[in-house]
């Protein structure tokens, strides 16, 4: 069963919505309903648990280097070397 709302918008939002509907050949229902579907898409993947795994050897060192990509800056290193870090963290953790 759907549920009815009234929605009351500015006028410029108002404007912009039944022209991207209308330029979508689609309902105004429509084109707000796929806004929100994609607003909640992106919410609930936002909301995912994280579940690493790495081999217990991996596990046992406390530090790794990485090496460094070839086109890579120094700071790209950086962020990719303290991704890896927290994830294998997150790995220890369980």
Known sequence: MRGAFTMRFRP????????????????VTNFVETLLLREKARYEESQRQLTVQAPDELLRHARHDLVRDADETESEHAVRADLFTALLDHARRG
Request: charged share 30%; glycine share 6%; proline share 0%.
């Open 12 to 27: 410029e939002v108002a404007e912009f919505v039944q022209e991207q509907a209308r330029a979508g050949n689609r309902s």
